[in-house]
């Protein structure tokens, strides 16, 4: 499982260092795409495998369906580590989720997030805690 936070960098020619947990989690051959809420999804294969049957899946005739469909699907890219445990992430990705300099990885489950970094503590910024919290106790802690 996929948990934490970890602040790292992109370098000039876009590439960014994985924490040597994360690596292990993901194997030899994972996928990056676009995320929710401004962020990448770093999926390992077998969960991607999962979320492309499920893409397939939505209609053809359902205008969101597409939407979700083409907006994972064309941009998502087959990954591997160099041998620094770096991984190369395109100028379009970068340009997504607003990737620069500053970076924060943080685990959520069954995959990691790439943000950037002033974008993360700005959605982090837990303005709505109460309605949090009653989120949190209908999951019956």
Known sequence: MFK????????????MIVPAKYRELLGESFVVTLGLDGCLFVLPQDVWDEM???????PMSST??????RMFLSNALDCEFDKQGRILLPQNLR????????VVLVGVGNRAE????????????????EQMAADFEGLGF
């Open 4 to 15: 934490g936070t970890f602040f790292h960098n992109i370098d000039s020619k876009g590439r």
């Open 52 to 58: 492309e049957k499920k893409l397939m899946s939505l």
């Open 64 to 69: 969101n369906g597409r939407k979700v469909s």
């Open 95 to 102: 340009t997504y989720a607003g990737l620069q300099k500053d």
């Open 114 to 129: 790439i943000w950037d970094k002033d974008r993360w503590e700005q959605y982090n910024d837990l303005d709505d805690k």
